[in-house]
């Protein structure tokens, strides 16, 4: 509303009070006597006419706009002070330049700082959200999908025989052919299928002492090493016979985990038909039974058929019969004391 | 106020340009702090620094005209301001600055004083000597450039009441302006 309108409405007020429809007889008085008091006339006073006209200059001064000639002076004086309160910034006033550019220079992208914003389609790929590391990113995470997938596939017993063997030995999963397990016990517990007399390759590395590994693999070469090393030594008479597939079956799990130290008690407790092994160590491992052998396997000794074998564990044995410190293969068990040494020594 | 410009500058601003930011920085940054010493006497450096640091965070994701981004920092100084006069409340302390130390120290000059008179200080001054409510009304219309309806939504009051209040405020200062003595202190 400009000034001139707003005082052309304001000086006309008088004629056509209140905006209200003017009266078809030309009366603009009250329409009864009990008419509301919005419809009487109303008639502006000089101070009201005055009250408006400074609301108006009012609202001029608010907005920036400078007043009319006819303003009070007072009102006039104030149109400079008001343009000095939006003035030019003072010296002090921007003295926190410095800390707010810091601020926004930390908190903008530096590709956006220098102008080399990136196409909006590189944001949606999720790849290019990982960042400058992306590729090493995508290889952990496909390399870890390997592991887990080889993983899960070993404990499934589906990898190829050579790999499954692999993963037999190292992360205990089922061996080659053991697809089945016993309830109950240890999770490979199949004497049946070391009884066929195939060398089992998982007994190759489970060797205690590096360097013995090729003698696994040469029967000959455990019998004589193992007879000359390991003189017969006193065994309780009272240890049952193993029978043959026990015993080559209860011999692996003592060559998989069983510490260095752990293989001497095998010797105080093999009976004395076992002197015909050759290793003194494969005497206990045929006095325990297919149970205790299968959970013993992972070097965990079974409590149960490992208790006949506990009283001869506590007679201390000299160091050297610990496999492969004397220079006896280790591996000699590895063909399994039951059928091939049983065919030799006896 | 930046004008026509100013949507072209807060594109830039928001892509990062410094020299843009740096020209809005420069274009509120004194109508801010003035504001502040108002609301926020004794704080409004330290105040407007937080605005800043808000505005600046939340400066990608703004969306508007220049009007718009002028009610945006003002509502966000006057919350910071409110954080500070409630920190203060339980901080009481008593500035050198605001014990009028200084005035009595030196007598005013003449031309001093002319010059205040026709001052920002001298503007300031009479516009604190207001009701706050008032003296705040009149700073964001006059001083921040914003329209009844936007004051009105900052201060969380009526437009009418706000034209009332800002209305009242000028009356007050043109008597003040009238009395010399009232404008300087």
Known sequence: MSWRSARHRAASSPERPGGYPRQPNGCNGASGPDAPPREMPRFYRQDQLSSALDELILDLLLDGASPPPEAPPEMAAMLPMLADLSGPAEPGELAIEAAVLSRFRSRVRPARISGTTPPLSRRTSPWHRLGPHSPRVAAGLAAAAIVLGGTAAAYAGALPPRLQEFAHRTIDAPAAGHTSRQPGHGPRHQPGITQTGSPSRRHAPQSATPGTANDHTRPGSHVGTGAATHPAEPRPSAEPSPQPGQARHSGQPSHTSRPPQASQPPHTSRPPQASRSPHPSDGPRQSLSPQASGQARGGQPSGEPATPAKPPRAKPQPRSSRPGKAGRPASDHSQGPGVQEEGKFS | ?185
């Open chain 2, 1 to 185: 106020m930046i004008g026509a410009a100013f949507a072209a500058t807060l594109a830039k601003a928001q892509d990062g340009d410094e020299a843009a930011f740096t020209c809005i920085f420069r274009d509120v940054q004194p109508v801010l702090v003035r504001y502040l010493r108002v609301i926020a006497p004794g704080a409004a450096d330290d105040v407007a620094g937080d605005t800043w640091v808000h505005v600046v965070d939340g400066l990608t994701g703004f969306r508007g005209d220049e009007a718009a981004f002028r009610a945006w920092l003002f509502t966000i100084a006057r919350h910071r301001a409110a954080d500070r006069g409630r920190w203060r409340s339980r901080h009481p302390t008593v500035a050198l600055d605001d014990s009028g130390a200084a005035d009595r120290l030196t007598a005013p000059d003449a031309a001093d004083v002319a010059l205040e008179r026709i001052g920002t200080r001298a503007a300031l001054a009479a516009v604190a000597r207001l009701p706050p409510e008032q003296a705040e009304i009149v700073m964001l219309r006059v001083v921040a450039g914003l329209d009844t309806r936007q004051v009105a939504r900052i201060i969380g009051k009526s437009p009418g009441a706000v034209r009332v209040a800002a209305h009242r405020g000028l009356r007050r200062l043109a008597s003040l302006v009238g009395d010399s003595t009232g404008v300087i202190t």
